[in-house]
Every structure is written in structure tokens, then in C-alpha cells.
Nanobody, 126 residues
């Protein structure tokens, strides 16, 4: 069974930080690109960040560049999303996803991902 489980969400004040974790099981995560997506009420799902398989190239949405950092620990089959300088507009449900055929041209398109986690809520509010 191939599964992804997110953790680390919660309530944080504007300007604060959170680190989301994505635990992969049932497969070797370094064979897949791992992406983070978010979905806020009334908005479309948005690709936030991705780390490629192989050389670990990273990609970010313009809205999070310079604030979010994605990383992976292949030995632990984990991918992390460090989120700093959080803003109220970052409030959303965050998902990690794994895709075997994700490339730099399609990393933010969720249709290229094969496996999805259940998600974790991030709320940025004072």
C-alpha cells in the first residue's frame, strides 16, 4: 500500500513559522517527485512547492518564494516544507503528493501526481 501522511499543521500568528512533514510508506520516495499543494475555501488548488526525484531540484510558487523551503530526507522517506513569515493568505489545507512523471514544466499541475495524502490544516491568524 502506497501512502503519504502529512503532519505539522496548526494555528500560527502572522509572521510565524511551521514545518510540515510528509511521511511516505510503501514505496521509495526518492523515485518520485514530491509536491506540496494547498486548497483554501473558495479558491482553486494551488501548487506550492515541489522537489524532484534524483537531483532534488526545487520549485516554488511565486507566492511563497523566499518564505518556504522544501527538503527531503531519503533515508527516512520524508519530505518537509518549512514555512516562514506566514501570512493570513497562506491559510489552507495542505497536501503532499507523489508523482513519477513530474517535470519542471508540470510540477504545479496536480493531475501529474499519482498519490496524495489526506492533508493537514494550516491557519494563520492573530
Amino acid at each position: 500500500q502506497l501512502t503519504l501522511v502529512e503532519s505539522g499543521g496548526g494555528l500560527v500568528q502572522p509572521g510565524g513559522s511551521l514545518r510540515l512533514s510528509c511521511a511516505a510508506s510503501g514505496f521509495t520516495s526518492d523515485r518520485y517527485a514530491i509536491g506540496w499543494f494547498r486548497h483554501a475555501p473558495g479558491k482553486e488548488r494551488e501548487g506550492v512547492s515541489c522537489i524532484s526525484r534524483g537531483d532534488g531540484t526545487t520549485y516554488y510558487a511565486d507566492s511563497v518564494k523566499g518564505r518556504f523551503t522544501i527538503s527531503r530526507d531519503n533515508a527516512k522517506n520524508m519530505v518537509y516544507l518549512q514555512m516562514n513569515s506566514l501570512k493570513p493568505e497562506d491559510t489552507a489545507f495542505y497536501f503532499c503528493a507523489a508523482g513519477e512523471w513530474v517535470r519542471d514544466s508540470n510540477w504545479s499541475d496536480g493531475s501529474w501526481y499519482d498519490y496524495w495524502g489526506q492533508g493537514t490544516q494550516v491557519t494563520v491568524s492573530s
